[in-house]
């Protein structure tokens, strides 16, 4: 039988075992960052995820003393890019712009998947929320919603709609469009917005669905015609600009949604560093304004509110996904 002193010494062996592994944590989150950081970009540079990326990552860099590079993993619709950041060593180095395509929609269109959105990640923060804007290349012959249906519905299946990859967000809401309206566009997908909008520059497409934050400098050059938002009410950079659901579809409303995610199994301690980070740098007033701008909603959840979140919107995009029978593979 051990001796009383014995079983004094163990459960103080004990005790500081667990005072250590308790020191150890907020250590771990102390010394982050220890050395440069890399933001995954599942999509080309130039469009909005690569334009949030590189602002909060700046700000980061700033804060932090530590370089932050962005790292663009275009193509299969954001899925490349969302493979790199699940399958990366969970040590906070190592984070992933998400947009609403590849963390909602494409668990319902993709058969192959190499990730769960759900399971493979750490949330951190919804950055934004957006409306889309629908476009036109000026030599389309349309003015505004109404001629847009019309022209569309006059050669089904030929009208030309570019998007930023098959499964996004905006392709999503491109057939949610065609399907409320009536109408069926040919959608065609480009990996990411930039070289979507290129072609529609180009006269290659005839029209877009996607982000303010690509497509408005563009519309205010006057290269490409501002059809309607898909907003519940007008944006304030836009306001001359209609909505679809005060143009002929009452009620109709989508858009998409970006954020900031470590792979799964990152420490808690590093996560809610980076949370308190990211949400400040948010709310700085240069930061919002040049968001604000772009027709981007800032928003700053906390990291359990992020995961609801993006748990809630893939239901709701597989009931848009078996309603359309949107198909990828």
């Known amino acids: 039988m051990k001796s009383w002193q014995s079983v004094k010494r163990l459960a103080a062996s004990a005790v500081l075992a667990c005072f250590s592994v308790a020191a150890a944590i907020p ?25 949030l990326a590189r602002t909060v990552g700046q ?9 932050v590079v962005v790292d663009n993993r275009p193509g299969a619709g954001g899925n490349i890019g969302a ?59 349309v003015k505004n919603f109404q001629e847009y249906v019309a022209l569309v519905k006059s050669q089904p299946g030929k009208f030309l709609v570019g998007n930023g990859g098959p499964g996004t967000a905006q392709h999503l809401g491109g057939e949610y469009l065609d399907m409320t309206a009536d109408m069926k566009s040919l959608h065609v997908p480009y990996k990411g917005s930039a070289p979507a909008t290129a072609d529609l520059l180009g006269g290659q497409v005839q029209a877009m669905l996607d982000n303010m934050v690509t ?77 604000l701008q772009q027709g981007l909603q800032p928003v700053g959840n906390t990291p359990e509110q992020f995961a609801e979140y993006i748990a809630a919107e893939r239901k709701k995009a597989g009931e848009i996904v078996k309603a359309a029978n949107i198909k990828v593979n």
């Open 83 to 141: 493979e790199a950041g699940a399958r990366a060593a969970p040590d906070g180095y190592t984070l992933l712009l998400v947009a609403a395509g590849f963390m909602a929609v494409n668990p319902h269109v993709y058969s192959n998947l190499t990730y769960d959105s759900i399971e493979d990640f750490a949330p951190i923060t919804q950055l934004v929320s957006a409306p889309l804007l629908l476009v036109t290349h000026p030599s389309v012959p």
């Open 27 to 51: 250590a771990q989150a102390a010394e982050y960052p220890e050395k440069p950081i890399r933001i995954i970009v599942p999509f080309s540079a130039g469009g909005a995820t690569d334009m």
């Open 215 to 291: 497509l408005i400098p563009h519309v205010k050059a006057g290269k490409l015609r501002a059809i309607a938002v898909t907003s519940k009410e007008r944006v304030s950079n836009l306001p001359d600009v209609p909505t679809v659901s005060e143009s002929g579809l009452p009620g109709f409303e989508t858009g998409t949604w970006y954020g900031i995610v470590a792979p799964a199994g990152t420490p808690k301690p590093i996560v809610d560093k980076l949370h308190r980070e990211i949400v400040r740098i948010l709310e700085l007033p240069d930061v919002r304004e040049k968001f």
């Open 59 to 67: 700000k980061l860099q700033e804060s932090w003393g530590q370089p």
